[in-house]
Nanobody, 127 residues
Framework: QVQLIESGGGLVRPGDSLRLSCSAS????????MAWFRQAPGKDRQFVAA????????DIATVLKGRVTVSREYARATMNLQMNNLSPEDTATYYC????????????????????WGQGTQVTVSS
């Protein structure tokens, strides 16, 4: 059974940092592109970051560049999202997604390209 499980969400203050993790099981995650999306209440789901199967290509949403980094730990079949200098506008449910592209250097920013999704982890930024 393919499963993605997010962790690391919580309540933080503006300016804090947070590290989210996505653990994959039931797949060889090294063959999958993985991504983070987020959805704030009343808003569409938004692309955050993605990393290619081989880890060499990393895409970060333009509005988040400089504050967000994405990485993979292949030995643990895990993808991490480091977010710094958080603001209330970062409050959302953060979802992990995965898809198996033909090329190891591929990432996608469109959520429709991802076949496997986690249940999400809530991040709330509030003073």
């Amino acid at each position: 059974q393919v499963q993605l499980i997010e962790s690391g969400g919580g309540l933080v203050r503006p300016g804090d940092s947070l590290r989210l993790s996505c653990s994959a099981s039931g797949i060889d995650s090294a063959e999958y592109a993985m991504a983070w999306f987020r959805q704030a209440p009343g808003k569409d789901r938004q692309f955050v970051a993605a990393v290619s199967p081989n880890g060499n290509i990393r895409d970060i949403a333009t509005v988040l560049k400089g504050r967000v980094t994405v990485s993979r730990e292949y030995a643990r079949a895990t993808m991490n999202l480091q977010m710094n200098n958080l603001s209330p506008e970062d409050t959302a449910t953060y979802y992990c997604a995965a898809t198996r592209p033909l090329m190891a250097t591929t990432t996608f920013v469109a959520e429709g390209r991802y076949e496997v999704w986690g249940q999400g982890t809530q991040v709330t930024v509030s003073s």
